[in-house]
């Protein structure tokens, strides 16, 4: 009877006891056994088994030996996530800034989620002339933008064509890429000159060029973007997005 009554509470009411259970097994830096685990947060033996045996599925929790239980592998890597997203937009603002004084157009830093990209952050001006449609925490298709087209470029071929099929590589506008060979090649000249462009792909009258932005592991966590009206994106900004990318990339610990 107790078990249909517990699988009847409140969803949030799970939760909270999925916390307690979580914020116990963070005061320790040993194993905690199942016991002192029921004692520590108030929960029912069995309760608390239940839960901590739904965490382990999901690898929230780790079970050492029977009957003791310790935080998992799977916190250290969300964690890891959202360190990235926060230090790489602290390492990133100041840069940003100094960029868009030199261009006077928009400038975008982006990150990977799934099959799109995110801006986390923008400086601009309304000096620029164009306006602003990306807005931060705006997505946006990997093969339509210059980030996400670097990020398709450290991808293997495989994981390329699982993208195509999966997303049909629909397009936006009339210069839209929306076949494979035809992306494939992008990504070539992409891995070869390190920038990655957007040539009204995504939105007409605009165009964008893209460097990547890595960790002190070497990998890709980031691309820093100018976006501008088709007609004054310059070229020799080229360089400049190279060198504030390559700035962002030292403060996090990147040696090339």
């Known amino acids: 009877m107790s078990t249909r009554k517990e699988s009847q509470q409140p969803a949030i009411q799970v939760m909270e006891r999925m916390f307690s259970l979580l914020d116990a097994l963070a005061a320790h830096q040993d194993p905690v056994s199942l016991k002192e685990l029921s004692e520590r947060t108030g929960l029912h033996p069995s309760t608390a088994h239940r839960i901590l045996n739904d965490l382990a599925i999901g690898r929230f929790v780790d079970r050492p030996e029977a009957g003791s239980y310790r935080l998992g592998m799977r916190l250290l890597e969300l964690g890891n996530l959202v360190k990235a997203r926060l230090d ?3 390492a990133a603002l100041a840069p940003m800034r100094e960029l868009h004084k030199l261009t006077h157009q928009p400038v975008n830093l982006s990150v990977r989620q799934g ?3 995110v801006y986390i952050e923008r400086t601009y001006s309304e000096r620029s ?3 602003v449609v990306r807005a931060v925490g705006g997505r946006a298709p990997l093969h339509l933008t210059s980030v996400g087209k670097l ?3 450290h991808d293997d ?4 064509r699982a993208y195509a099929t999966r ?4 397009g936006h506008t009339r210069n839209s890429i929306t076949d494979l060979p035809r992306l494939e090649r992008e990504l070539a000249q992409v ?4 920038i990655a462009r957007d040539d009204e792909e995504l939105e007409l009258g605009v165009r964008c060029m893209a460097a990547g932005i890595f960790d002190d592991q070497g990998k890709l966590v980031a691309g820093l973007s100018i976006s501008a009206p088709a007609d004054r994106l310059e070229e020799s900004w080229v360089g400049r997005v190279r060198s ?5 990339s030292a403060a996090l610990g990147h040696r090339p």
């Open 151 to 153: 990020f398709l470029a």
């Open 167 to 170: 997303t049909g590589l629909s």
């Open 129 to 131: 002339g164009m306006q």
């Open 244 to 248: 504030t990318a390559a700035q962002i």
């Open 88 to 90: 790489v937009r602290d």
């Open 157 to 160: 071929p495989q994981r390329v």
């Open 191 to 194: 891995r070869q000159s390190a």
């Open 115 to 117: 099959d799109e990209i």
